[in-house]
RNA sequence: GCGCCAGUAGCUCAGUCGGAUAGAGCAACGGCCUUCUAAGCCGUAGGUCAGAGGUUCGAAUCCUCUCUGGCGUACCA
């Protein structure tokens, strides 16, 4: 519908003989209150200089030329200049049915993306221990933006990294092999950055179970290999079963070491390298970053000879755009913050097109246990695991709760909050609404009122205020739908769905959806749940949330 | 020091591209179940949008400065 407006306010300008601007700079938006229409342009206010007139005088003409489309009820000009449009009660019964056509297809788009590929590459957590809450966060942004880009038609590809090689890695091994000796009553040295949470401890009594006695009795380098297959193989499908209750699958797992093994890594510094781009310093091999807009030059092999984090990524964004995507997006945690800059430098001096490539970043999410707030430590094995998280308020809440706040801003996440709260949590509301809508429909069944004998004249029927509120609002779901797409504002949806589910509740507290004796009525006003039940199951599928029948 | 993100009701946060009278939830207070699910509804109260300037028809939103908080600023990943 913007856009159709845009166009109309277009052709009006036109019309008037003067020159338009862009369709894309014609300013159209919600109003914030229901008297200003359903949409409104501040076109006349933003154009009255350059055209030298007053801005309601301008508003006034653009309104006039469009006022007799049968679209709308009344198109007005109003106080300092704006355009109001408010949309006729015959296109928004038109618009009804289609939603019940489109069923699980209904705010879709498939046109919007089709034939283009996205990467998504989001969680990429090291394997060195659970998947903690910055991960869940990351797990259900990214999927949820990954089901909203397919309902736009992109083809979205979720992606893992899995950082098995390298020095965090390296350091879990070391910590298993001390562990490892202590239940072998061994003597071990203390060394720094040891892990020490319970799972290392957990993991080493594993391997000595199922490696059963054989363990000290191979060679020291021989048990740490095989100690690396036994502890990644283990930490990883941990974190893939999580992940699955979490209600997050990814198309790709990669593995780092895969790609040092194909010689993926040497590529990399050969083409910074052929490119001019490094330079020797100190002893270190530095890539001159600065000159692609980073702050200063990075370091990418240390004087020990081995590389920095930033060539096996370097490497690993290679090969995403030798595979070809429109678009790439990594969605990064807080401690990356500062390495953007760096990263897309290297894309660059390497010669790709930095722009395909796009990052979220993700704030802090900090627990609040018990009125403090926690922090956390993978090493120091302070953490609170998504596991325990999808344990003690389950998949729904986490994932709504992490979508219900703008991505770039901190989360305070009270664990105790959420889970005594869970009876008056948002997510259940939006799930009781549809729960309540299943129930009135299997009601109406046992009734013998059925949705077959539905025609759409009995739209008519329908003359309550609040009915059209709540039309006027599905009317705006595959509009957002369109904007998280674009903007990425998934909190927009939980917003959305929110306030539907409230229209919903008011409208059934005051108003009886089945009366025997009028059932024109009663099918008009059933068919309208069911149209809320669709977007309502929708909404929260895009979310990764359930939309149970019954509660 | 420099960079990024933030500061909106008692608490947690919305506020889409700069729009018209600042919005929810929780907590508080007062009502509503013989009727399709009370995990619900209705009402009351609560605000110097951190502060000061600026830009303009118009600012919570953009710019500058100040204050406060978080994070980053590695030859870690």
Request: glycine share 6%; hydrophobic share 40%; proline share 3%.
């Amino acid at each position: 519908m913007i856009n159709i407006i845009r166009e109309k306010i277009f052709e009006s300008i036109k019309a008037q003989g003067l020159k338009p601007p862009a369709k894309s700079k014609i300013n159209v938006e919600y109003p914030k209150l229901q008297k200003f229409g359903d949409y409104s342009s501040n076109v006349a206010l933003s154009l009255a200089k350059k055209y030298k007139k007053k801005p309601m005088l301008l508003a006034r003409k653009i309104a006039q030329n469009i006022s007799m489309d049968a679209l709308f009820k009344s198109v007005s000009a109003e106080k300092p200049g704006f355009v109001n449009f408010q949309i006729s009660r015959m296109h928004l019964m038109k618009f009804l049915p289609k939603i019940v056509e489109q069923e699980d297809k209904f705010g879709s788009d498939m046109e919007k993306g089709k034939g283009k590929k996205i990467l998504l590459e989001f969680v990429s957590a090291n394997p060195t221990g659970p998947l903690n809450i910055v991960n869940a966060r990351a797990a259900s942004v990214g999927d949820s933006l990954a089901n909203i880009l397919s309902f736009l038609g992109y083809k979205v590809e979720k992606e893992f990294l899995i950082n098995d090689a390298g020095n965090q890695v390296d350091l879990l091994i070391k910590s298993i092999e001390f562990e490892l000796n202590i239940l072998g009553h061994r003597e071990i040295e203390e060394f720094e950055g040891r892990y020490l949470g319970d799972y290392v401890q957990k993991l080493a009594k594993k391997f000595l179970s199922e490696e059963t006695i054989l363990v000290f009795q191979v060679p020291y380098k021989e048990r740490l290999q095989k100690l690396r297959e036994f502890a990644l193989n283990e930490i990883i499908s941990n974190q893939r079963f999580t992940l699955k209750l979490f209600n997050v699958c990814f198309d790709n797992w990669i593995s780092e070491q895969e790609l040092r093994d194909r010689g993926c890594i040497e590529d990399a510094l050969t083409y910074l390298a052929e490119t001019e781009n490094t330079y020797d310093k100190d002893g270190a091999v530095w890539f001159c970053s600065s000159k692609f807009g980073d702050e200063k030059d990075r370091v990418i092999m240390k004087t020990d000879g081995g590389i920095t984090y930033l060539v096996p990524d370097l490497a690993y964004h290679i090969t995403k755009y030798k595979r070809g995507y429109h678009k790439i997006i990594d969605i990064f945690g807080p401690d990356h913050h500062g390495y953007t800059p760096r990263l897309k430098a290297g894309i660059a001096a390497l010669g790709f097109n930095p722009k395909l490539l796009s990052f979220i970043l993700l704030q802090q999410v900090s627990l609040i246990y018990e009125n403090e707030k926690v922090k956390m430590s993978k090493r120091r094995g302070k953490i609170i695991t998504l596991q325990q998280l999808i344990d003690e308020v389950g998949t729904d809440v986490a994932r709504f709760f992490f979508l219900m706040r703008k991505l770039n801003t901190p989360l305070d996440f009270d664990i105790h909050l959420a889970k005594e709260k869970s009876n008056e949590n948002p997510v259940y509301y939006v799930q009781y609404a549809h729960a309540r809508i299943c129930s009135i429909l299997q009601n109406a069944n046992k009734k013998r009122l059925r949705l077959r004998s539905f025609r759409p004249r009995y739209l008519n029927r329908l003359r309550f205020e609040e009915e059209l509120d709540i039309i006027r609002h599905l009317y705006k779901f595959p509009e957002l739908i369109l904007h998280i797409g674009k903007n990425y504002d998934l909190n927009l949806m939980t917003k959305y769905l929110t306030d539907l589910a409230a229209l919903f509740h008011s409208y059934y507290q005051k108003v009886r959806i089945i009366s025997p004796k009028t059932k024109e009525l009663s099918l008009a006003r059933l068919f309208l749940c069911k149209t809320i039940k669709i977007t309502i199951h929708n909404g929260l599928n895009l979310l990764g949330v359930s939309a149970p029948k019954k509660m």
